[in-house]
């Protein structure tokens, strides 16, 4: 899948992006009383078309700017005007 593929509030079956940026890592109160941690970033794919990337919690750690990120069984969405991609609830996110 390409970002040109993606739509709002559909699956990402596979989508493999470079990080081209970073921005400062927020925390955030889950309803339970939970910190949690997120991250935004900025991925490129093969055609040089980039996306807004959300990464939550433990992914926060896993990504570096430079890396190539692989999301598996994740989800797009609009958030504030923008298409974003994470791994969502049950996808996942590697870093290669």
């Known amino acids: 899948m390409m970002v040109k593929d993606l739509a709002a509030n559909q ?3 596979e989508i493999e992006l470079s990080i081209e940026e970073l921005s ?3 925390t955030y109160l889950t309803k339970w009383g939970d910190e949690g941690r ?3 970033a900025v991925g490129k794919d093969g ?3 980039t996306v807004k ?3 939550w919690n433990d992914d926060v750690d896993k990504v ?3 890396a190539t990120v692989l999301i598996k069984n994740g989800y797009a969405k609009i958030w504030n005007g923008e298409l974003q991609v ?3 609830r049950y996808g996942s996110l590697t870093v290669s």
């Open 86 to 88: 994470s791994s969502g």
């Open 38 to 40: 997120v991250r935004d």
């Open 11 to 13: 699956p990402v079956e």
């Open 24 to 26: 400062d890592i927020r």
């Open 53 to 55: 990337i959300t990464l």
């Open 64 to 66: 570096e700017q430079g």
């Open 47 to 49: 055609q040089g078309d």
